[in-house]
């Protein structure tokens, strides 16, 4: 009996002996997803128009008017000027009139073309997105684009109440209802990026604001159809009102949205449309007519679009803002010219 005992003890001893030896592997955890690698490294601009490159000119194929996608993008718009090294490719999703709903996820369509989240999610599967240059905001509830037409409605007819005094009151209300509906289209940028394999940390999301296209230091001979026609109220009120609320809404929004916010509202004074006498010298386009287009009816509902938007020599300019804003480690900037007359980023406080 004790010899089986012993037999039986020596047999648990040896299951013991193995049982230790043997290593249990568990799987370990997924490898964290990262974003491509040996691919292009790109910079993408989205947007609106004044991103996009309304009034620059030299348009990509097939968005001046082409069945019936006008979004603009031109070859000289500022994401193509920022001067970084290091950057192989610069990417214009931008389109002009786009409002926030068209630069987030869904449905929305802006003169044909659908999401610009969603190409921007494939994009980034493809090449490594350094950085995301975002204006969005002023084709929402502001409508400001639509303002600037009331206003010359207003300088041609005397009789009607100038836009300053149409919608000067409820100006604010606008603004209001326009900062969550950027957050939304931000955070749709976020949520393709972090589909796409990307954290956070790994590309700069800027947001840019809106610069005042006009201001009270028109030109007197100027202040007609042959330049700038509006009244010297709402002239005063675009750049004292309308586009300084329109920024603190824009910067909201990126402080909501952890992005990096670029202040480009006061980028062009002394610049202006109608400021100088020499247009080649202003950094904005001013009442811009495609006469050729007027005899298209296709086309003839376009011929204004151009008026009031940053011209190609303004988008060299923001466009070197930005690159420079890029390397910095600033939350946040606002371009204004330097000794040199450039624009360049001055730091400021926020988002």
């Not at 990262?34 to 947007?47: E, F, I």
């Not at 630069?103 to 190409?119: D, M, N, W």
């Not at 007819?157 to 606008?174: A, F, L, N, P």
């Not at 001013?286 to 007027?294: A, I, K, P, Q």
Request: charged share 20%; proline share 6%.
């Amino acid at each position: 009996m004790m010899r089986r005992y012993r037999w039986h003890a020596a047999v648990l001893l040896l299951v013991l002996v193995l049982a230790s030896a043997v290593v249990i592997v568990l799987p370990g955890p997924a490898p964290a997803p990262s974003p491509p690698t040996g691919v292009p490294r790109v910079l993408v601009a989205m947007g609106d128009s004044t991103i996009s490159g309304e009034a620059a000119g030299d348009y990509e194929p097939g968005t001046d008017g082409t069945d019936g996608d006008w979004c603009h993008r031109s070859r000289a718009a500022s994401i193509h000027h920022t001067g970084l090294r290091g950057i192989d490719e610069t990417i214009n999703l931008a389109c002009s009139g786009a409002p926030s709903a068209q630069v987030g996820l869904g449905s929305t369509e802006q003169y044909t073309e659908g999401s610009q989240a969603a190409r921007l999610g494939s994009l980034a599967r493809q090449k490594r997105v350094v950085a995301i240059q975002v204006a969005v905001g002023a084709n929402d509830d502001p409508s400001f684009s639509h303002v600037l037409d009331s206003c010359v409605q207003a300088w041609l007819d005397q009789s009607k109440q100038s836009c300053s005094d149409s919608v000067g009151g409820e100006w604010q209300q606008r603004v209001d209802r326009m900062v969550p509906k950027v957050v939304r289209a931000l955070a749709d940028i976020r949520s393709v990026m972090t589909d796409a394999g990307y954290q956070p940390t790994d590309y700069h999301l800027v947001l840019q604001s809106y610069a005042a296209p006009i201001s009270p230091d028109v030109r007197q001979g100027l202040r007609n159809l042959n330049g700038c026609p509006f009244r010297e109220a709402d002239l005063r009120w675009v750049r004292a009102e309308a586009v300084p609320k329109i920024t603190d809404g824009v910067r909201q929004a990126a402080r909501e949205s952890g992005a990096r916010l670029l202040d480009v509202s006061r980028a062009g004074v002394g610049r202006e449309a109608c400021s100088r006498d020499d247009a080649t010298q202003e950094w904005f386009s001013r009442l811009s007519v495609r006469w050729n287009d007027l005899g298209d009816d296709d086309r003839a509902s376009h011929a204004l679009q151009e008026s009031f938007h940053p011209n190609a020599a303004g988008h060299a300019q923001l466009g070197r803002c930005f690159g420079e804003f890029l390397v910095t480690d600033s939350r946040a900037a606002a371009c204004l010219p330097g000794a040199d007359g450039d624009l360049h980023p001055a730091t400021t406080i926020g988002p």
